[in-house]
């Protein structure tokens, strides 16, 4: 080549066609391949059926728009050379003229996300999603009733400079209101509980969550610290903000903006959309990282409010129960293929696992499949279907309705 040796990677070539296992294997990695790559270069094929025409007309309706990945928006490009083209890119940020016609599960990307999304949630565990399509826009999903909203207190809409002096006040008003609320209902004892509070707080971005532990990320021990002199009244509206609480402060405007503080019926609190009332419920739809907030009709049928932080589902307790004393879920780092995994790390012993320690044995006919990333990730085997899955078998429905689960199909409109 030109520019000397270069390493290329093709899947027809490199990945033996005709082996399921070694194919389902390599699958599994090709986030991590692509990730690392330079440059991708995709064959569709030959042209036909006036395909050129086609990936030109996409072309242009894409040097029109621009998309915001984290917050899943589309916006006009403002690159427009005529009037015209100018006009046809504005229509693309608009809303229908009747949103009610849009089903409620169908993402509106002509506008901009309010919420930004929540990591590190594996709420449903490795489960595999099990949706249908109905006519007149209805879908239906299989999941697992959690709980139902009791309270929705609003907690903060502002975007402020936190490096004023009198906006670290500002920033901190929101916390100080939002314990006081805790306290009042009564549902939350926040001797015991301020843990849960100050990690819901943050959808749980604290940097122990991270394995090595993101030194970038706010240090739960002075947080904590600084919650417990809120409490005990040593720090003020007054006061200046400690430093290390102003990154904590920083972090929770921007995962609360958009978001409400909940109380649901079971104990729980967490963290949804401002638009979520009381009686919404929380369920965990198969497939899904989050719990998601859904509203119940007068038809037996759901609309979908959006995802939510539960403090205590967000690593699959609802269906594993809590992980062992001084164990914690954790994003791991792999060096080798540059991208997070989910890992278990026993903080006492300094050890850590890539399986769940909760997890008990496998359904009878499946077994765990041998390959090169068996340390980061598990791989299943159907021994009679002779298929090979990522997702965890003891999270399909019929293991899981063995086990005492209760679960139903959920008409969202």
Known sequence: MRDGVQILWADAICINQDNVEERSAQVARMAAIFKLATKVVVWLGPEADGSIDAMRTLDSIGSMVKVDWDFLSITPANTGTSPKD???SQTISRRPEDPTRLPSWVPDWSRPRKCRGILLAKACWDSESYARYHDGGILMVTGCYAATVRRVVPVSDHTLDLEEQDTQREFLMPVIRLLSTIQDDGSVDLGQGVEAV???LVCDEFADRWEPIATDRIDFRKTIKCFHALLDNTIKASDDVPIDFRKFLSTFHTTCFG???IFTEHGYIGLAPERCQPHDVVVMVLGCQSPMVL???NTAEYLVVGECYIHGMMSGELFLGSL???WQRVDRY???????YDAFIDREKGVW???DPRLGPLPEGWVEVEHPEQHLYAMFRNEVEKSITGFDPRM???YLRDRGFTLQEFKLV
Not at 334 to 340: F, T
């Open 86 to 88: 100018s006009e046809y």
């Open 198 to 200: 100050c990690r819901t």
């Open 259 to 261: 978001r409400a503080f």
């Open 295 to 297: 509203r119940p009709t």
């Open 324 to 326: 062992p004393t001084n």
């Open 334 to 340: 792999a060096e080798e293929y540059g991208e997070d």
């Open 353 to 355: 696992q890539a399986r």
């Open 396 to 398: 399909r429905p019929p």
